[in-house]
């Protein structure tokens, strides 16, 4: 199956500061999204972006799909950015339509 | 609003009581889909369901009963829960496969 690894597993900012998380994925891909899940839990849709690049405010998105991988810029970066940061893929017909996670990148923004 | 509710946000229940968690979508999607998520071990699907009446397991499916009597609504079953099963749990529609999910705000679920 598709195999989804996400880099960095843990990153710790400066508020302010700026980063960039990958995702790479080992088949092409016709879905992938992007989530941050709060520190309560909840997972927030960020982008749907199966290919190109996408704003959002101070978030940025950007989907390679032909070199099978995806960017996520967080710019100008704040307390509330804390979380875990999640992409996933669509598995196709074949895998019930599942999205298949990452293992997520955790991220610390200190004031 | 377009959203996906579940309901209870919390659960804190005994071995062998049944439960069922409820998930409630307003964007008419064909696709439902109920997940767990477990330290160390990500989310992974438990039951999917492409259209009324029509439900498949996914990949943890052992200990979970779903429905999906009609289109919008698509609730978890445990019939008899187990400390096992003790994990965070959210359902998720999309309009298809291969669409933008939308993830309801989670359950955590311990039991006893």
């Known amino acids: 199956g598709i195999q989804v690894e996400q880099s960095p597993p843990d990153l710790i900012l400066q508020e302010g500061a700026n980063s960039t998380l990958r995702c790479n994925f080992s088949?092409?891909?016709?879905?992938l999204q992007w989530f941050h899940q709060n520190p309560w839990g909840q997972l927030i849709n960020l982008f749907y972006?199966?290919?190109g690049t996408k704003q959002n405010g101070r978030l940025s998105a950007t989907t390679v799909a032909t070199e099978r991988y995806s960017l996520l810029y967080i710019s100008s970066s704040q307390t509330t950015d804390s979380g875990v940061y999640f992409c996933a893929v669509g598995g196709g017909y074949n895998q019930g339509g599942k999205l298949i996670f990452g293992q997520g990148t955790e991220l610390s923004v200190k004031p | 609003e377009a959203q996906v509710t579940q309901n209870p946000r919390y659960l804190i229940t005994v071995t062998g009581k049944k439960l069922t968690v409820t998930c409630s979508q307003n964007m008419n999607h064909e696709y439902m889909s109920w997940y767990r998520q477990d330290p160390g071990l990500g989310l992974r699907q438990i039951y999917y369901?492409?259209?009324?009446?029509?439900?498949d397991k996914g990949d943890v499916p052992e200990g979970y009963k779903v429905s999906r009597k009609e289109k919008r609504n698509f609730p978890l079953i445990l019939e008899s829960p187990s400390p096992n099963q003790t994990s965070l749990y959210f359902c998720?529609?999309?309009?298809?496969?291969?669409?933008?999910?939308?993830f309801g705000q989670g359950t955590r679920l311990t039991v006893v």
């Open positions: 998720a529609s999309s309009l298809w496969l291969n669409t933008e999910a939308f």
């Open positions: 088949d092409s891909v016709n879905n």
């Open positions: 972006i199966p290919s």
């Open positions: 369901s492409m259209n009324v009446e029509v439900t």
